[in-house]
């Protein structure tokens, strides 16, 4: 199993920029395929972005591209998602993701099997 924790939200002003990280426990954290999602009140838990085991594959969901980025760093067990121009839209609890099966990105909340408590991400206008 593995245990994973968010961190980095924060309440920022529209146009500004995050860095969310996520830490996984255990040793296998090469062999995950990470994702980031989004949940706002009152809705449910959308998308945002996926990264492969190796790194080398990564999907963005079109409302985000071109302002988040999603990267990992195997040696340190970690996952990101560095947010910039930020719109008050984007407001919501970010959850990273994580499946111990597959080398490529999975889109889907049911592709995953372990999930971060979220981290609170609040864009004032």
């Known amino acids: 199993q593995v245990q994973l924790v968010e961190s980095g939200g924060g309440l920022v002003q529209t146009g500004g920029s995050l860095r969310l990280s996520c830490v996984a426990s255990?040793?296998?954290?090469?062999?995950?395929?990470m994702g980031w999602f989004r949940q706002a009140p009152g809705k449910g838990r959308e998308f945002v972005s996926a990264?492969?085991?190796?790194?080398?594959?990564?999907y963005v969901a079109d409302s985000v591209k071109g302002r988040f980025t999603v990267s990992r760093d195997n040696a340190k067990n970690t996952v990101y998602l560095q947010m910039k121009s930020l719109k008050p839209e984007d407001t919501a609890v970010y959850y990273c993701?994580?499946?111990?099966?597959?080398?490529?990105?999975?889109?889907?909340?049911?592709?995953?099997?372990?999930w971060g408590q979220g981290t609170q991400v609040t864009v004032s206008s």
């Open positions: 993701a994580g499946r111990d099966r597959g080398t490529y990105y999975y889109i889907d909340v049911s592709d995953y099997n372990y």
């Open positions: 255990g040793r296998t954290f090469s062999r995950y395929a």
């Open positions: 990264i492969s085991p190796s790194g080398g594959n990564i």
